[in-house]
């Protein structure tokens, strides 16, 4: 069987959140897959998908530290600056870290490690809504 949704993300402050029970409950159908797998994909080029730590906050903190320390703003040798100083920043993250994560489903819902979430990676100061969709493929 397989299922596609489009989801509509709330949203967040420029950081990483995790989004997994949002995901999870907008996707009614994911209680009918025993096993299967989930392809999450972003519809945006200024925010990223990411599995990582769902334990500890500390660790999105860091990796916002981190990730902007790559990817600084205001840097002297970007030409696309029309968006605003976070916009160039934001599609650089956005392509270091991915546009979609694929999840194992199994007896309907996700099957991710115990410390393991799904995180959103807002890279713009004022990013809004975002776009996901969702394709299961399962039985």
């Known amino acids: ?3 596609q949704k489009e989801i509509l993300i709330k949203p967040r402050n420029r950081g990483f959140h995790i ?3 949002e995901i999870e409950n907008q996707i ?3 209680k009918n897959i025993s096993v299967g797998t989930a392809h999450i994909f972003i519809k945006h080029t200024s925010a990223s998908l990411t599995l990582n730590e769902n334990a500890d906050p500390d660790v999105r903190v860091d990796m916002e530290s981190h990730i902007n320390k790559l990817a600084p703003e205001n840097a002297s040798h970007y030409t696309h600056i029309f968006e605003g100083s976070d916009d160039m920043p934001a599609h650089i993250k956005a392509s270091l870290l991915g546009n979609s994560v694929t999840v194992p489903i ?3 819902g996700f099957n ?3 410390w393991q979430g799904v995180y ?3 890279h713009r100061n004022n990013g ?3 776009r996901i969709v969702v ?3 399962g039985e």
Do not use: A, K
């Open 135 to 137: 394709t299961i493929n």
């Open 28 to 30: 009614g159908e994911l």
């Open 112 to 114: 991710l490690g115990t």
């Open 128 to 130: 809004g809504s975002r």
């Open 1 to 3: 069987m397989w299922i």
């Open 106 to 108: 199994t007896n309907g």
């Open 120 to 122: 959103l990676g807002e």
């Open 19 to 21: 989004i997994t029970r």
